[in-house]
């Protein structure tokens, strides 16, 4: 089926994004902060890995969907260096919606026959 002229692309997220908004939607995190909420939420399930998150969070903020800014705190446990906090911006939080939405009319599909 080809897509009409007038129609906006579906918005896309991978799964790591789409975690990361969920936890930044009206808060604000720091790195390890993000990693320790997603395993906090999924009970030590399918968790947010260190290895991933800063790259897809420069990617996001790239494109928009997140935003950061660092901290005026100096802990001398980080060698004197300000943490980094993200939030979700509202084209992040209205990404995340579309998504969402698509998922749930994904998920009510009754075929036709």
Do not use: C, F, H
Request: net charge positive; aromatic share 8%; proline share 3%.
């Amino acid at each position: 089926m080809r897509r009409r002229a007038t129609e906006e692309p579906a918005p896309r997220l991978s799964g790591v994004e789409e975690d990361i908004l969920l936890l930044l939607v009206g808060r604000e995190l720091y790195g390890l902060a993000i990693i320790e909420a997603s395993k906090s939420a999924v009970g030590g399930g399918r968790a947010l890995r260190l290895g991933s998150l800063y790259a897809t969070l420069y990617k996001m903020e790239d494109r928009g969907l997140v935003r950061s800014r660092y901290g005026d705190e100096r802990l001398k446990e980080r060698g004197g260096n300000r943490r980094r906090y993200y939030t979700a911006t509202e084209a992040g939080a209205e990404t995340l919606r579309a998504v969402q939405l698509r998922r749930q009319q994904l998920a009510g599909w009754q075929p036709a026959w």
